[in-house]
């Protein structure tokens, strides 16, 4: 246990001087933690270092931290300490919540932010564009743009560290029962759309949905890319991260991990764990329980 007594933690993310901030979207705040001594306990109380309301995803960038709500991108610069300098606010006018208000943000290697925003509902058209996408735009949060769309809620997502390709891990469509649908890997690249909300997994057909605009779902599945790889259905994944350290074996360089916050709807419950998807020459394998 690194840390404890912290409520409803969210969001993780570490700069590279070892400030550790922790984002609870139930308290509207962002923590900060330290572990100088190095022995992968946290020394003493977190320090709250930003209250915002629905605080939720979390980025480090140029030693700011970048912080998203449901309708607001802010920064703000990080101290020699860890605490944080004057708040700026770049956005406030992101997409409604609605079902799935949990925005996250990552910064690629073009230095280029990108965003993910869940969609409202379930399974429904959306009126406006920009829900169930990830966005792209410049690090002020300019020249904002859809990057993805078909998302229903890609929380994690990351770059495979061979070939600097963009995955990410999509939450699924509940009520189509305990096995349907998997939780999908998908290799996300510019301008695709990924599915959601008529057709999911490898192809399957939602049956209780129509597409906008007289498209049929045949057509709409010629429109959408498949999933890559599947995972048990309703597992919830979270937060993702590909692996680049020194202190794991060799065959874990390049894979990923993702936090899977468990199902609310699914006799048995499943999820609650952290899954590893193995890369090999940068193509995912599997994804197993670790």
């Given at each position: ?57 979390l980025?480090v ?105 963009l ?43 129509t ?32 692996y ?14 993702v ?32």
């Amino acid at each position: 246990v690194f840390a404890s007594g912290l409520l409803n933690p969210r969001i993780l993310a570490v700069h590279p001087a070892g400030h550790i901030y922790v984002s609870r979207r139930e308290q509207g705040d962002v923590l900060l933690l330290h572990d100088a001594d190095g022995d992968g306990r946290a020394d003493g109380a977190p320090t709250q270092v930003l209250h915002r309301p629905q605080a939720h995803g979390l980025a480090v960038h140029d030693d700011h931290l970048y912080v998203v709500t449901v309708k607001e991108l802010l920064r703000a610069p990080i101290q020699p300490d860890g605490t944080l300098g004057e708040l700026e606010l770049l956005l406030d006018d992101l997409p409604d919540g609605g079902q799935h208000p949990n925005r996250t943000l990552a910064f690629g290697p073009d230095g280029m932010l990108y965003l993910s925003v869940g969609s409202t509902c379930n399974a429904c058209n959306e009126t406006n564009p920009e829900h169930a996408t990830i966005l792209r735009m410049k690090p002020d949060g300019s020249s904002r743009s859809i990057f993805a769309s078909g998302l229903r809620n890609t929380i994690g997502f990351g770059w495979q560290p061979v070939t600097g390709e963009l995955w990410g891990m999509d939450h699924n469509i509940d009520s189509l029962g305990d096995d349907e649908h998997p939780e999908e890997l998908n290799r996300i690249e510019r301008g695709k759309q990924y599915g959601w909300p008529h057709v999911f997994a490898d192809g399957g057909l939602h049956p209780q949905t129509t597409p906008p605009g007289g498209i049929t779902k045949a057509q709409w599945r010629d429109m959408s890319v498949p999933m890559v790889l599947g995972y048990t259905a309703h597992a919830a994944p979270m937060q993702m991260a590909f692996y680049q350290g020194a202190s794991f074996p060799a065959e874990y360089q390049g894979d990923a991990f993702v936090a899977m916050r468990g199902s609310w709807n699914r006799k048995p419950a499943v999820g609650y764990e952290v899954a590893r998807v193995r890369f090999e020459r940068g193509e995912p394998k599997a994804i197993e329980s670790f």
